[in-house]
């Protein structure tokens, strides 16, 4: 059961490496830097080192509570990111597959309305410019 933000690219399938061990199940959901518009040349997210950790740590545990799971991790980058990198992992490990399911879901919607994070979008003119919260990832969150 960890959290960890970091620089450094992650491998999805060696994150997974003795992940979940005596789980019934393992859900695992890895985000993209993805670009809707088709002018955006990189992503630019920034955190304060501790306060992130100790927040991905808190939700991590109480969705380990909340649907029982027997593991679980949590991989944000921060940095310079171009679109197409993998930007942030949640893995899900529970003896039933409704509440792997279920926790990673949680931790999503979490994760894109609450986590300590800010974004900003880097256009290919160079131009920055700071990503507002979305109305439908606090829509989501309120089912919880």
């Known amino acids: 059961m960890s959290a960890r933000v970091q620089t450094a690219p992650f491998d999805p399938a060696a994150e997974l490496a003795g992940f979940g061990a005596g789980a019934g199940a393992i859900v695992t959901f890895t985000g993209l830097v993805r670009d809707d518009t088709g002018a955006m040349a990189a992503l630019e997210i920034e955190h304060y080192p501790g306060m992130t950790e ?15 799971l027997t593991d ?29 399911f279920q926790a990673a879901d949680y931790l999503m919607d979490w994760l894109k309305s609450r986590a300590p994070f800010w974004k900003r979008e880097i256009g290919q003119d160079g131009i920055a410019r700071w990503v507002d919260a979305k109305a439908g990832d606090e829509a989501a969150l309120s089912r919880w």
């Open 54 to 68: 100790r927040a991905l740590s808190d939700y991590g545990a109480e969705a380990a509570g909340r649907f029982d």
């Open 72 to 100: 679980w991790r949590i991989v944000h980058r921060h940095g310079r990111l171009a679109v197409g990198e993998p930007i942030m992992m949640v893995a899900t490990a529970a003896r039933h597959r409704q509440a792997a």
